[in-house]
């Protein structure tokens, strides 16, 4: 009896520890997104590319790693994200691929590749996301499952 109080003390702290973890690494990727992703993009910080990206959501945007980043996120230019292939879209991606005059598939647009990130990137346009980020790219990687 004192082993299954002792076992559920311990599944409760780790549901306690794990609930903490998400709303501190979801916090850690709204600023990331505003501080980092849009504000590198638009100063020239981060790489990006030019590639044709589905209007469709991904294999990934129903699992809980998808749910955890979101598809979708506010900015008025055309960008996608990709965080270990699940692509998260701005509201201009959208806007771009609604305004075309013919049902498509995929739209071409900038691609900025999470993987590629290095914290001298982001120590160059927010200095305080810089020591959790290995922290959060762990995170994602295990989310994410790999």
Do not use: H
């Not at 709303?23 to 910080?45: L, Q, S, T």
């Not at 914290?119 to 959790?132: A, C, G, H, Q, Y």
């Amino acid at each position: 009896m004192e082993t299954d109080t002792k076992i559920k003390k311990t599944v409760e702290e780790i549901a306690a520890e794990k609930l903490v973890l998400f709303e501190k690494m979801g916090k850690y990727n709204d600023r990331f997104g505003k501080e980092v992703i849009i504000a590198g993009f638009e100063m020239g910080v981060l790489e990006w590319r030019k590639r044709m990206v589905p209007l469709k959501d991904g294999k990934l945007d129903n699992t809980d790693f998808g749910k955890f980043l979101g598809n979708k996120f506010d900015y008025e230019k055309p960008l996608v994200i990709d965080f270990y292939g699940m692509q998260k879209k701005s509201s201009g991606f959208f806007k771009m691929a609604s305004q075309e005059n013919m049902i498509i598939q995929a739209v071409e647009t900038d691609i900025i590749y999470f993987a590629k990130i290095k914290p001298r990137n982001i120590f160059k346009l927010s200095k305080d996301l810089v020591p959790e980020f290995n922290l959060f790219k762990k995170f994602l990687l295990v989310l994410r499952a790999f």
